[in-house]
Each structure stands twice: as structure tokens, then as C-alpha cells.
């Protein structure tokens, strides 16, 4: 799976940061923004309510996922949530992000 881990806006095309050449995610990419990881006083929500919450949009331990965002930043959180807090063993991180992915011209 591909995990998106922007914001709703970025994700549906309705905004984009200045250096991301096109609007939009990667296709087939399932939207977990970032800030979903944390309770509202700012730590992690407890690990059952976030692998409850990775599950219900699909994404599961047992496959492979790979995490973007606009620039890698605040994917970060999202692979260290599924690898370090929920035993994903097959996760990466797509550095490149948004910024390469949209500047070769790849489709959104």
C-alpha cells in the first residue's frame, strides 16, 4: 500500500506547497494524515487505537507500505508509528515524496 500523509487538502488536490510542481497524490495512495497519530495533547494515541485506525483504511502489518508526504518531514512520523509502534516489518519511507514525484511528471 501507498499512505499519504498529508493533509486532507493536499491530498484531493485543493492545495499544494509552492515547490510541488502539480496538485494532487500518487494514485492509489490511502490518506492517513500525519497529525491522526496524535491525541490532542500532543503524544502518541495509544498503540490499540492506532492499529485500529491504520486497519480501517486498509492498511495492514502484513503487507508492504510505503509513506509519503510533500518533502518526507511528516511521513517520518507515520513510518516510525507503523514500524516502531505497530510492528509493520515491511515499511518504507518514499524520500523523495511529492517534490520528485511530481517533478518527473508522474501522474496525480
Not at 20 to 43: E, M, R, S, V, Y
Not at 58 to 76: F, I
Request: glycine share 8%; hydrophobic share 45%.
Amino acid at each position: 500500500g501507498i499512505l499519504d500523509a498529508r493533509f486532507f487538502s493536499f491530498y484531493v488536490g485543493l492545495e499544494k506547497r509552492p515547490n510541488i510542481a502539480k496538485a494532487g497524490h500518487i494514485p492509489g495512495a490511502t490518506l492517513f494524515p500525519f497529525d491522526a497519530n496524535f491525541a490532542a495533547n500532543g503524544t502518541y494515541r495509544p498503540k490499540e487505537e492506532l492499529a485500529l485506525a491504520y486497519t480501517a483504511v486498509g492498511l495492514s502489518p502484513r503487507q508492504t507500505v510505503a509513506a509519503y508526504c510533500n518533502t518526507a518531514h511528516v511521513s517520518a512520523i507515520s513510518w516510525f508509528v507503523m514500524h516502531e509502534l505497530l510492528g509493520y516489518r515491511d515499511v518504507m519511507l518514499y524520500d523523495g515524496s511529492m517534490l520528485a514525484w511530481s517533478k518527473h511528471g508522474l501522474p496525480v
